[in-house]
């Protein structure tokens, strides 16, 4: 199993940290499996930042194997979805972009990926426009439309598997929309996602 992230997907958000927005192909890094943190477990604050940054994402599950993948067969690709956070530690970040360098370390150290619970996306209220938050100690920090993306999910779809096949059970993390930003010891952060049947919690997650 493979974690694939999307960087700067949403302009607004590239622009809040002061990054060019992506015209011609999506920033695409990867998480280790050892990232993933499920079942609503809480995430001890890594003793190598003091800038931890909470970024929500629409995460895929793919569903079929496949490489070169077409962009009319690419929604056939993921018949699940959920909400996940990309958590980063920015300070690190920052310094290894300024030096040109790999950010594994600022963005796939050990449960930086949560993932929350799985919905099929035909239970999502608008699969052209699916719409999520994130509660911060109860307050909304981030609000996303898909319908903002600057590459679709067929774009990315069709682009992340030129180069990484994909298969069964891989993970891809669409892309955080604007409002990230910092966490301390005790707070708490839900993913919330439009339904049919109204808004779903997929997760919580306590900073310890
Ligand atoms: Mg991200």
Redesign the pocket.
Known sequence: MKII???RNYAKHALELNNPVPKTAPVVFMKPPTALLVGNKPLYYPDYTEDLHY?C?LVLKICKNGKHVRPEFALDYFENISLGI?F?ARDLQSKLKAKGHPWEIA?GFDNSAVLGTLVPKTEVANQNNMEFKLLKNGEIVQHGFTKDFIFSITEVICYVSKFFKLHIGDYI?T??PEGVGPVKIGDKLEGILVTKSGEKRLFETEIK
Do not use: F, N, R
Request: net charge negative.
């Open positions: 992230c999307i960087g970024e994402e990309d980063t963005k993390y892309g955080t």
